[in-house]
């Protein structure tokens, strides 16, 4: 658990992150999104001390994070940034050993981690170890980057848009496996973006900055359903919202009872490309199938649009 407590942060004079208070629940992926110059990235850095706060107190599991030397801290908490940020001059499996070098792991155990980190993210420990950065695509040297920040089995892992340099189809694929592997791992993430598609892709929970103030904490639902401010529904989109609301639950949740004709879809699919889906094959409705091909019902044209009406 992350707790954040009326932090502030000023640079001569200019306040920068003004009196945020938020709570992050443990093994849940939390976004911090905003505009450029509110205060997202600052809030991030204070989290590991890259960046002291002028006051309040942040704490970990109810340690607070002044307790120890800024380095120790940031040697406990996994740490990614946009551009991957590798040692050009290390290799992969280098790259990767960095912080249990530092830490004083021994060598098997440094060697077994980095070949289960390589597996986890399906680069060949046999081909990619030995390789230099500049010999990976910009994919692969992203999956290295979360890798290294990883190495160290952290609670936490705290990323600066990470994601941002990918093309939309690597990004994709990037999003998708940090979300998997956050499953398996159960690490609490910390998330900057100025993407509101990828915050709503990836957050259990979304916070909102302005203007070095959080204006909306919570959950993805709750922020299209009710924003706090005329900034939060701008930065969401007027126009997207119904669709905002449809990427949030998966086809799985909005399955029906009764019989549909084509090819089924998948139950974890989310319920906004049910509906493109849908539209596409021309049909009213189609059948939902769970990952072993039982049908568990249907989706229909009716029902998704009912979902994504505004509340009353």
Do not use: C
């Not at 002028?54 to 551009?83: H, K, V, W």
């Not at 290295?144 to 690597?170: C, H, K, Q, S, T």
């Not at 709750?222 to 990427?247: C, H, M, N, Y």
Request: aromatic share 4%.
């Amino acid at each position: 658990m992350i707790e954040i407590d009326g932090i502030t942060k000023r640079y001569d004079g200019n306040t920068v992150v003004n009196n945020v208070s938020m709570t992050i629940e443990p093994r849940t992926v939390t976004v911090i999104v905003g505009t450029s110059g509110s205060g997202k990235t600052t809030l991030l850095r204070m989290i590991n001390r890259l960046v002291e706060p002028t006051s309040g107190a942040i704490r970990l599991d109810g340690e607070d994070n002044r307790s120890m030397p800024g380095f120790e801290l940031r040697r406990r908490i996994g740490y990614a940034i946009q551009g991957h940020g590798l040692f050009p001059h290390r290799t992969v499996a280098q790259n990767i050993a960095t912080v249990p070098v530092l830490l004083g792991w021994g060598k098997a155990r440094i060697d077994a981690k980095v070949t289960e980190l390589l597996t986890l993210f399906q680069l060949d420990p046999a081909a990619f170890s030995a390789r230099f950065p500049h010999e990976l695509s910009g994919g692969q040297q992203q999956r290295v980057g979360v890798a290294r920040a990883l190495a160290a089995e952290p609670n936490v892992l705290l990323m600066d848009e990470p994601f941002g340099a990918l093309d939309p189809i690597i990004r994709a694929k990037a999003q998708a496996d940090l979300l998997a592997i956050q499953r398996l791992l159960g690490t609490t993430i910390v998330l900057v973006t100025h993407d509101m598609d990828e915050a709503f892709h990836l957050a259990h929970k979304i916070a909102v900055m302005d203007k070095g103030a959080l204006v909306q904490y919570g959950r993805p639902a709750e922020l299209v359903k009710d924003p706090a401010t005329e900034f939060v529904q701008t930065l969401i989109g007027t126009s997207e919202r119904p669709f905002r609301l449809l990427s949030i639950e998966t086809a799985g949740d909005a399955v029906e009872p009764g019989p549909a004709g084509g090819k089924p879809l998948a139950e974890t699919i989310s319920q906004r490309d049910a509906l493109s889906e849908l539209l596409w094959a021309g049909r009213s409705a189609l059948p939902v199938a769970a990952a072993d091909g039982t049908i568990l019902g249907r989706v229909t044209l009716e029902g998704l649009t009912r979902r994504a009406a505004k509340p009353q």
